[in-house]
């Protein structure tokens, strides 16, 4: 089977000696990432639009060796609940044919639940078809593809789909490539915050070794701008995918190459389309997957709080927060909001699991901590100005196999068993002088379980950090 181009003369140039030359020129302005490349993210609008960004991402595959490229690519023309594979023949554009590596699809195929062989989502496809000409301007017919199509919002397959990506790319030059756009329609100052929320989102899901944070992420910037925007990536579904194949890789970092919109060729800014370019990497040292926030955004978050807890008062309910112009607060974000008075505490209410944006989470929670504590009675307008805020915002439960991986003043701590559990900030520590009696503590007076839980093996337990910052 040969499948021809769909869209030949209207994204890229039909004539091969232009398309080359245009191609070509788009190659010329790569830069290399920093740290072992596994695979890249390449818009797949009209080259006009969005082939600078396709050449940066593809120019990083210049020097570098591989025989197959993966295209995770979204699938725009039919509703998929699993990965679509075009598994034999070749796909043709006015630069010839690039053959299909048939062995590597039928190695997927056999994961029947995450993939089907379905021509048809292909057939008018553009999102795979538009990579070719760069990879055939780069490697001639000497690189094979895998065409596979996403556009399920389940999370957890897309994941299980990605990891079975990285496990068949182990063991071959394969190198693999996520074909997708970012937002669609809004004015060009929504665009810039909602995709660049996007591309942190995706990120931080590399260094916290989570691509659901990355689909968490997407679900709840959607209704945030939904009055402007179609969509906040269009391929949110192949990102998802993409970032677990990486992480089954041994990967650990997104590197961004460049941001674009429609808006900076048209000049029409009313209504642009996002592109985005960059790299799956591994760096060395790993990252630290916890947010970075400067002095000035905790200082907004403090106010956010303070502010959150006045209107509260006034109205009886905390506001609801917008798409915020910092992309950091944006985040997905497990929170803790403490309120003392005369450094003895008047109120703590928090998560340990994202619940929604940073934003959304310390309004939320500083109203929680002044008027839902249930140890204490509700925060009264002369006890406001009194109080002291401090927030906390938490990296991601990891799990550990014992008490041996707890850090004596770095971890919070949460333990579980059955529906009982209980946690400790990393701030309690200063009330114990040794790790015994923090975690003892921990399991009777906080998670209601006998005191020895955390040692005889009848509780989890599990460890996060915490950046935690206070008003002065």
Known sequence: MIRKPAVAGKFYEADPEKLRAEVSAYLKAGAAPAGRLAGILSPHAGYVYSGAAAGKAFASLKSLSFDTLVIMATGH??????GALLSQGSFETPLGQVKIDEAFCAELLKETKLFEENPRAHAAEHAVEV???????????????????F?????????????AVGRAMKGRKALFCVSSDLSHYPPRNIAEISDNSVLLALRQAMRNSNPGYFAQASQLLLPKAAAYLDTVACGQAPMTAGAAAALELGCNDFELALYTHS??????????????AGFFTEANP???????LTAEMKKELLALARTSINTYLKTGKTPEQPLNA?????????????????????????????????????AAFAGAAAFEDPRFSPVTQAELAKIKIEISVLSPLERVKNADAVKEGVHGVYVKSGRRSGTYLPQVWEHFEKKEEFLTSLCLEKAGLSGGAWKDGSAELYTYTVTPFNEK
């Open 77 to 82: 023309n039919m509703g998929l609940r699993r």
């Open 263 to 276: 808006g900076k060729v048209s000049g029409d800014n009313t209504a642009v389309v996002g592109y985005g």
């Open 326 to 362: 910092r992309p950091e607060f944006n985040q997905p974000a497990a929170v803790f909001v403490t309120l003392t008075i005369g450094g003895n505490l008047r109120g703590c209410i928090g998560t340990l699991e994202p619940r929604g944006t940073l934003a959304d989470m310390v």
């Open 151 to 163: 556009n399920t919002d389940d999370a957890e397959l897309l994941e299980e789909a990605g990891r």
């Open 131 to 149: 990579q070719l000409p760069f990879l055939q301007v780069l490697k001639g017919d000497a690189v094979k593809i895998v065409p596979v199509l």
């Open 286 to 292: 790993k990252p630290s997957g916890a947010p970075e």
